[in-house]
């Protein structure tokens, strides 16, 4: 069974930045810690990428598990981009009798923002791969990885959620939980599945987050949110999600709206 998390990249806007993109990796580095290796174009920057995925693994397994994982029987490759522009990323898994059998991490976009988005971004997808054992549903992934960016991104998708709450343009929270595969509107989709993400842990924490959504993928979701938050069923959720983000959307800045537009899967990966 495979699995691919994805997380929008920036846009190569012309063949020459793709050269320069591949360049690197002619003389590339790597650097290996305990749980991950990473190629990159200098052996300082592949040092620095694994450093810091090893502090973000310690972390964000603490903030969702309440522990640390164990050391991996092998490390998770990361291969890293540098570009210029904002940061993006992509992480596959393989699972196996219900644990992930292998994964593989690739970051590009500027240093600094890999290392404050991107890369606690994949981090929290390997953490969710190892706690579930198999896919999680997609806007519960997505969303609640993005919880791990810094300040910047995620103020960047509450306003992403709110201009698709204005324009009513988002998903009943019924069709979103069953969402599959990711749709071709992924900012809107990202957008919306971390609105929720963060609604649902301001109001009852992270491990509890897990706990739902892995009951409600065994059971179901109307179930699951009677059992983790005490509300009658997914519309009531879906009501209470809509109401919390107008109070969140009132008390946020105004200016610079994102203006959301249709894009492809296949741009992203
Ligand atoms: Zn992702």
């Not at 690197?24 to 040092?47: H, Q």
């Not at 579930?132 to 806007?139: A, E, L, Q, T, Y």
């Not at 306003?159 to 204005?166: E, G, H, S, V």
Request: charged letters at 25%; one cysteine or more.
């Amino acid at each position: 069974m495979e699995a691919r998390c994805v997380r929008p990249a920036p846009r190569f806007r012309c063949l020459a930045a793709i050269a320069v993109v591949l360049v690197p990796f002619l003389t590339g580095a790597s650097y290996r810690t305990t749980n991950f290796v990473v190629e990159a174009s200098s052996v300082e920057v592949a040092k620095s990428v694994a450093e810091h995925a090893e502090v973000c693994r310690a972390t964000i397994a603490k903030q969702w598990l309440g522990k640390e994982l164990n050391a991996w029987g092998a490390p998770c490759p990361i291969r890293v981009k540098l570009t210029r522009g904002e940061a993006g990323g992509l992480t596959s898994f393989g699972f196996h009798r219900g644990r992930v059998s292998d994964q593989n991490m690739t970051v590009e976009g500027r240093l600094d923002r890999i290392l404050a988005s991107a890369l606690p971004h994949e981090v929290t997808h390997t953490i969710f791969a190892a706690y579930f054992g198999g896919p999680m549903p997609r806007w519960a992934d997505e969303g609640a990885s993005l919880l791990s960016e810094d300040l910047r991104e995620r103020q960047r998708h509450d306003r992403i959620a709110d201009d698709l709450l204005l324009r009513r343009s988002d998903m009943p929270l019924a069709r979103l939980f069953k969402v599959e595969e990711y749709p071709n509107d992924l900012m809107s989709f990202y957008g919306q599945g971390y609105s929720i993400s963060r609604f649902l842990v301001e109001m009852g924490g992270r491990p509890r987050f897990l706990k739902f959504v892995n009951d409600g993928l065994r059971t179901s979701w109307d179930t699951a949110t009677r059992t983790h938050y005490g509300l009658a069923d997914v519309r009531e959720l879906d009501r209470a999600w809509r109401s919390w983000h107008k109070v969140v959307a009132r008390s946020a800045p105004k200016t610079d709206r994102v203006v959301v537009r249709a894009q492809s899967s296949t741009e992203s990966e």
